[in-house]
């Protein structure tokens, strides 16, 4: 389709540099500016396109048999269970 836009001078310039630097026409430039723009105002507007990343997951042999979470003084003693203070530093 062919249309007419009105650019600032500034702009135009740059948008012709680039078209010139690339080899190809200002118009093509432009298109693809405005092709950018509504693909990133498209992924805003989309929260599903949103990728969060995979967390990490570990797997073992569960919970030690007599382990009580409840209790944070069996928990540090379990934690310090078997290991010299100093090799802790």
């Given at each position: 389709?062919?249309?007419?836009?009105?650019?600032?001078?500034?702009?135009?310039?740059?948008?012709?540099?680039?078209?010139?630097?690339?080899?190809?026409s200002?118009?093509s430039?432009?298109?693809?500016?405005?092709?950018?723009?509504?693909?990133?105002?498209?992924?805003?507007?989309?929260?599903?396109?949103?990728?969060?990343?995979?967390?990490?997951?570990?797997?073992?042999?569960?919970?030690?048999?007599?382990?009580?979470?409840?209790?944070?003084?069996?928990?540090?003693?379990?934690?310090?269970?078997?290991?010299?203070?100093?090799?802790?530093?």
């Open positions: 389709m062919r249309t007419t836009v009105t650019l600032r001078d500034d702009i135009y310039r740059e948008v012709k540099q680039v078209a010139a630097t690339q080899g190809c200002v118009g430039v432009i298109e693809d500016a405005i092709s950018l723009l509504l693909a990133r105002r498209s992924e805003a507007a989309d929260t599903s396109s949103h990728h969060f990343p995979d967390l990490p997951v570990f797997t073992g042999g569960g919970l030690r048999p007599g382990v009580d979470l409840d209790s944070n003084a069996s928990l540090s003693e379990l934690l310090d269970e078997g290991t010299a203070l100093d090799a802790l530093r």
